[in-house]
């Protein structure tokens, strides 16, 4: 128990058992027990305690570490309140009462709060590298297909030919915003409360300096009743774990779409689906599905901590105890989903011409007969109304583009000629396209040559 000077009583045991947290901040040993070796490494430097007492502290911790990741450490949820006090017991235990010392000038309240700023930069880390991974094996993916033709959808409804490479390299980016996100959320939190105490500072010349460069920190936080206060870099987190898993569900949805019969566009692999228990034929692509279905949960993560701080007065409030479930929940279910992503990519197989018939002749070339009537000297607007025609005439004799003939054409407006009816052609549609950031395949593999050269830089600064 960390405090019980002025009590009479123990807590009660129900009571023990709804404000215990260990059974989750168990998750922050590693990153306690550096606050606590860098914290007493400090009160040496100052002359608070001696230098044999600082390394029976480190001993004590050390030793505490190994046990615990040896799986030998198991404090009991029963009688510790949370991971901080379950540590301070412990080295109790090993080291006898100067173990009584470590915790001077120091608050449960700034150690959690530098612990789990440690703990959320480790998984900021984590997460950019997975993302990296996964927009690699995009590109690699993407390197095959420059020139796959597919369908480019607008409300999922035909509306442009694209290239598989093309769709793909979308994604890339999404990514890379991903990235950037979390690294705005990286500087947000890189910032050392250690040192604030309980809400305001200590009479004692605690060296924040010295604490914030053991640990990595790039400056300590400038106003301890803020950065008591502070969980801003908790929401900012879970807000870029939101749009990270809408980008992944998005693309869980099309892969979903993709591979059923209807589309029958891709294979996912056998390692990512699974199997009916009832229906024999049936592969599912259930790894798609629950990264689309987690995003849901992480979402509700982020609302749940957004109400719980809302109306907190300052400084700590007990509250905030339930800032780590939903944040280390959401860290989970992105990780997860990032592998599983990653995973169903490298291992997917592409029915490459899937589409190369089909869509010879199809209405979504409509929109480059229009153009074509642009260069002509028609505005667009009237050649949209033209164009509008043709689609009529081929619906009513219920032909598609290309089987229109030249004079069925020339009956609809004078200035169509042969050339017209090279638009309507799948070969060399995707070389057509003229703009930058277009599915033309020269673009698209030079976008590939600019993602492999910026990738293979570490883009990330901690
Ligand atoms: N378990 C607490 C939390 O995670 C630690 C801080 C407790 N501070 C306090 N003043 N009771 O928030």
Known sequence: MLWGGRFTEKLNNTAMEFSSSLSFDINLVEEDILVSMAHSTMLADIGIITNDELKSIHNGLTVIKNESSAGVWNPDASIFEDIHSAIESRLGELIGATAGKLHTGRSRNDQVATGFRLWTKKAIANLVEQTSTFQNALLTLAKLHTETIMPGYTHLQRAQPISFAFHLLAYVEMLERDKKRLQFVLDETDSSPLGCGALAGSTLPLDRNTTTEILGFSKPSSNALDAISDRDFVLDFLNACNIGMMHISRLSEELILWSTSEFNFIKLGDAFTTGSSLMPQKKNPDMAELSRGKTGRVYGNYTAIATMMKGLPLSYNRDMQEDKEPI?????????????????????????????????????????????????????????????????VAEDNNVKLHQLTIEQLKNINIVFDETALEVFKVDGALYRKKTYGSPNPDMVRSEIEKWNKLLNRNNIIF
């Open 328 to 392: 280390f929940d959401s860290f989970k279910s992105y990780s997860q989903a990032l592998s599983m992503m990653t995973g169903m990519i490298e291992t997917l197989s592409v029915n490459e011409n899937r589409f190369v018939d089909e869509l010879e002749g199809d209405f979504l070339f409509a929109t480059e007969l229009a153009e074509w009537l642009v260069v002509k000297g028609i505005t667009f607007r009237d050649s949209h109304h033209i164009v509008g025609e043709v689609v009529k």
